[in-house]
């Protein structure tokens, strides 16, 4: 059975930081290329970051660089997120996913599995 079970969220003030983790099993995690989506109150989702399989290469959505880095660890079919700075717009459900096709890694079409989320919730 595929798992991706997302952790790390939680309350934070603005500038802040939280580091997400992803954990997987069911699947040969270093053949899949992983992003994080989130998904704020009454939107859509958005596409915030996406490492590669080997983990050289790596992609942020406007809104995420300078602040996020995204990281793997192949063996311990783990991957992360690190959050600093964080502003209320941040705020939102954070779901991992994965997938192998060849869609840009900022298109929502390429994840074949997901996570359930975890909240991050930027608060003064």
């Known amino acids: 059975e595929v798992q991706l079970v997302e952790s790390g969220g939680g309350m934070v003030q603005p500038g802040g930081s939280l580091r997400l983790s992803c954990a997987a099993s069911?699947?040969?995690?270093?053949?899949?290329?992983m992003s994080w989506v989130r998904q704020a109150p009454g939107k859509g989702p958005e596409w915030v970051s996406a490492?590669?399989?080997?983990?050289?290469?790596?992609y942020y959505a406007d809104t995420a660089k300078g602040r996020f880095t995204i990281s793997r660890g192949n063996a311990g079919n783990t991957f992360y997120l690190q959050m600093n700075n964080l502003k209320p717009e941040d705020t939102a459900l954070y779901y991992c996913?994965?997938?192998?096709?060849?869609?840009?890694?900022?298109?929502?079409?390429?994840?074949?599995?997901w996570g359930q989320g975890t909240q991050v919730t930027v608060s003064s």
């Open positions: 996913a994965a997938g192998r096709s060849s869609w840009s890694p900022a298109s929502l079409r390429k994840y074949d599995y």
């Open positions: 490492i590669n399989t080997g983990g050289g290469r790596t």
């Open positions: 069911g699947f040969t995690f270093s053949m899949y290329d």
